[in-house]
Nanobody
Framework: QVQLVESGGGLVQPGGSLRLSCAAS?????????RAWYRQVPGKQREFVAL???????VFADSVKGRAGISRDNTNNTVHLHLNNLKPEDTAVYYC?????WGQGTQVTVSS
């Protein structure tokens, strides 16, 4: 089993930055599993944001490319999403994915 807990969400002004964190625990946690972030707004499908492979390959969605970073800490089984120059359209619940496991999500609201 893998338990994922996201943190770092909240209310941010347009143009601001934030760092989301995802901590993995449980007997099924593998450092070799790809780690990703997705987001979802009510009434829409969950959409991909960023991914980091075990080998270090990183992929970003076009919507955040140039404004996002993703990093990991294999010692502490965490993955972080960094978002800069936030826009109102970044408002969503952000979910961490570790292999095939999902977290519960953390709300990010970008508003003045």
């Amino acid at each position: 089993q893998v338990q994922l807990v996201e943190s770092g969400g909240g209310l941010v002004q347009p143009g601001g930055s934030l760092r989301l964190s995802c901590a993995a625990s449980g007997s099924g946690v593998s450092i070799y599993a790809p780690r990703a972030w997705y987001r979802q707004v009510p009434g829409k499908q969950r959409e991909f944001v960023a991914l980091i492979h075990f080998g270090g390959t990183i992929v970003f969605a076009d919507s955040v490319k140039g404004r996002a970073g993703i990093s990991r800490d294999n010692t502490n089984n965490t993955v972080h999403l960094h978002l800069n120059n936030l826009k109102p359209e970044d408002t969503a619940v952000y979910y961490c994915q570790w292999g095939t496991s999902w977290g519960q999500g953390t709300q990010v609201t970008v508003s003045s």
